[in-house]
């Protein structure tokens, strides 16, 4: 189906793109359910929104038959779903236990030959290990462990890319019932340090370095500044992955990882936690303060992510999953997950344009990748580049394409039905670290429209909250989430009387989850991201999420990246500044800033057109890819650099100095 433009190289924003058949309806996964919810419960649902309100409004009735349907692994008990009537004070599942990975290793006995690990990275496609591999992996890392004093309760943490080492590495430390927290080796010391102090780990696993771009990184000496900085520490277990090229200074004392366990040959045994037994910690984003350690439960995440990949992604054995990610987003977590379903994981190392700007689609194509998620910038790099996936690489396998970090905008939508392929599901996925998953998202029963997520995702009652805290629809409002979920932090690490995780989602709506983004809920149920709440462009009383402005400005061919920047304060407007990284061989000229000004002026609002512009090197984002908005406006209304943003919290803090350059902060 071929999207529409608007005459300016715009896509409609709602058109369809997509419809599923009679045929994908019938084979999706989400049917199945639908199925034994009728043959099991008497409840029958004619479609998607019925089956979605069903969800949120019989909370235990919902969830419980989550764990009944995928036969999850434990001991549910006789409790409730859910103890306390107020969030946060809501326990689920009193009196179960269960172990998260358990519930991965039951593949090992039922199908052990099939593939549950494929490794590429920049040099190609490396190891694949089946089930049957992977648990006799992990029960030698978890013996090895054992050995090295971790136990129940005791903090792993690991300095590693995406490779297979990482993954067994965290299915060991949560079969013993300890807790992983991870970064990826691109992160500096001091922000490492930053995040794994916080949590006082037994153990830290790291590797001697890695590549990326096709450039070598010897990452030992950070790793002994990092193992000397962290007192409770009892063992650094080095991965020797740049192994040929690491170059002094060595790691004295560190277990090799080859020697871990070595000697142990034991099979696995998860050990059998509570419902809400701490499984991770991962952390908010550091960038203005110390980040805030996020704590999930083995239940809530098990649960959670095989509803979340099986009835809205599809996935399940036979599939081949992959998303880009490092190990210090969550998506390495969703990624992992994957497993809990019974997939083929694909965990990719490396740069995503490196040696090529098409490396991910060859990736694809050499690993029979059946569901491709990724990144929002990344497909707009892929439109820019004037890539072709569908055209040059074999996708045949190819059934569904996943975006997050950012909202994707319509010629995203628009570019993936025109160059990957036009008959798979594109999922648009908005959530967080916060909850380990997704809000809204796609579903195998509904059409797919430009710039539009399908869906509220089935257990999420998620809703629009004007200024008065009343739900609206059709109208742009907070993202907030009325009814409890059980992937909800189980506590913040250190914050014994829930006071900062009280403040982070809860002080605004009490009793209702605000989670920081503008939404707009469709009256048929799909939804539109438009960026986060506390970077709003608010001109005149116009208010725009910056996701709308960046759809103009990074729609332009010479533009490479942008942020915009609204100075104002309550009660006073301020300036609006706009900051271009030109594309490779374009500058921002006076042509370029006329035909900006111009494309904004007709296709937001004349309210809307910058009051200067500006070109930087680039425009600072986090390590996991978000731009880098509320601090830069902290800066430039006289926040000094280092208490608006944390340099080691950001992926490219050279660029900050060119801000200030260009607009000397205002007090």
Same mark, same amino acid.
């Given at each position: 189906?071929? =999207?529409? #433009?608007? $005459?300016? *190289?715009?896509? &409609? ?6 419809? @599923?058949? /009679? ?123 054992? =050995?090295? #004093?971790? $136990?129940? *309760?005791?903090? &792993? ?6 490779? @297979?080492? /990482? ?129 999930? *439960? ?142 809204? *998202? ?226």
């Amino acid at each position: 189906m071929e =999207a529409q #433009g608007t $005459g300016d *190289g715009r896509v &409609v924003e709602g058109e369809q793109l997509w419809a @599923p058949t /009679a045929e994908s309806r019938a084979a999706a996964r989400v049917t199945r359910y639908l199925g034994w919810l009728a043959d099991e419960h008497g409840l029958r649902f004619d479609d998607y929104d019925s089956l979605w309100r069903w969800s949120v409004t019989d909370v235990p009735a919902f969830w419980q038959s989550v764990w009944d349907y995928f036969g999850v692994l434990g001991d549910r008990g006789d409790g409730p779903v859910y103890d306390g009537d107020t969030m946060p004070g809501v326990s689920w599942f009193p009196g179960a236990t269960l172990n998260y990975a358990r519930n991965i290793l039951r593949h090992a006995a039922d199908r052990p030959d099939a593939p549950a690990i494929v490794f590429a990275n920049e040099n190609g496609v490396g190891r694949r290990l089946t089930y049957a591999e992977l648990a006799a992996e992990v029960g030698r890392v978890a013996a090895g462990l054992r =050995a090295l #004093g971790v $136990g129940k *309760g005791d903090r &792993v943490v690991a300095y590693v890319p995406n490779i @297979p080492e /990482a993954t067994i590495a965290f299915l060991a430390t949560a079969s013993l019932g300890a807790v992983w927290s991870s970064c990826s080796p691109d992160f500096g010391a001091p922000s490492v340090i930053d995040r794994f102090t916080q949590i006082e780990p037994t153990v830290l696993v790291a590797v001697d370095g890695y590549q990326y771009g096709g450039k070598p990184f010897d990452r030992r000496a950070t790793v002994a500044r990092i193992a000397g900085s962290l007192p409770t520490l009892r063992a650094t277990v080095l991965i020797d992955y740049l192994a040929p090229v690491a170059e002094e200074p060595e790691l004295t004392g560190a277990v090799p990882w080859s020697e871990l366990g070595a000697d142990a040959g034991a099979a696995p045994e998860p050990v059998e936690v509570p419902f809400g037994h701490p499984l991770w910690v991962v952390y908010s984003s550091g960038t203005t303060g110390l980040p805030k350690p996020i704590v999930h *439960g083995h239940g809530g995440i098990v649960l959670e992510h095989l509803k979340s990949l099986t009835f809205h992604q599809d996935v399940g054995p036979g599939d081949v999953f992959f998303w880009f990610s490092t190990t210090g987003w969550m998506m390495w977590n969703y990624l992992v997950g994957s497993l809990l379903t019974g997939a083929t994981a694909v965990l990719y190392d490396g740069s995503p344009a490196y040696p090529h700007a098409g490396a991910l689609w060859e990736m694809a194509e050499e690993t029979g990748v059946t569901f491709f998620g990724t990144s929002a910038p990344y497909i707009t790099s892929c439109l820019k580049e004037g890539l072709e996936p569908g055209r040059a690489y074999g996708l045949s396998r190819l059934k569904a394409i996943g975006s997050t970090g950012s909202p994707l905008t319509p010629e995203g939508f628009a570019w993936v039905y025109r160059s990957v392929r036009p008959d798979l599901l594109l999922g648009s996925f908005s959530g967080g670290t916060d909850l380990a998953t997704g809000f809204i *998202g796609p579903s195998p029963l509904l059409p797919v429209r430009a710039g539009v997520l399908a869906c509220r995702m089935l257990g999420c009652r998620a809703a629009a909250y004007d200024p008065a805290g009343k739900p609206v629809v059709d109208e742009v409002g907070e993202l907030v989430i009325t009814e409890p979920m059980p992937s909800m932090p189980v506590f913040f690490w250190n914050d014994p009387e829930g006071t900062r995780y009280h403040e982070a989602y809860f002080d605004t709506y009490p009793g209702i989850w605000r989670h920081g983004d503008w939404i707009k809920v469709l009256p048929d149920g799909g939804c539109v991201i438009y960026g986060r709440s506390d970077s709003t462009l608010n001109r005149g009383g116009v208010r725009m999420g910056t996701s709308e402005f960046y759809r103009v400005v990074e729609g332009f061919d010479d533009v490479a990246d942008s942020l915009v920047i609204d100075t104002g304060r309550l009660g006073q407007e301020g300036r609006l500044i706009l900051f271009l990284t030109p594309a490779e061989g374009h500058a921002v000229d006076d042509d370029l800033v006329k035909r900006l000004k111009t494309a904004i002026r007709t296709q937001l609002s004349p309210r809307h057109v910058p009051d200067e512009i500006h070109e930087v090197p680039g425009v600072p984002r986090t390590l996991s890819g978000k731009k880098l908005e509320v601090p830069v406006r902290k800066i430039l209304l006289g926040t000094p650099v280092d208490e608006a943003a944390n340099r080691d919290a950001l992926a490219n803090p050279e660029v900050l100095p060119a801000y200030t350059k260009a607009v000397p902060p205002r007090p």
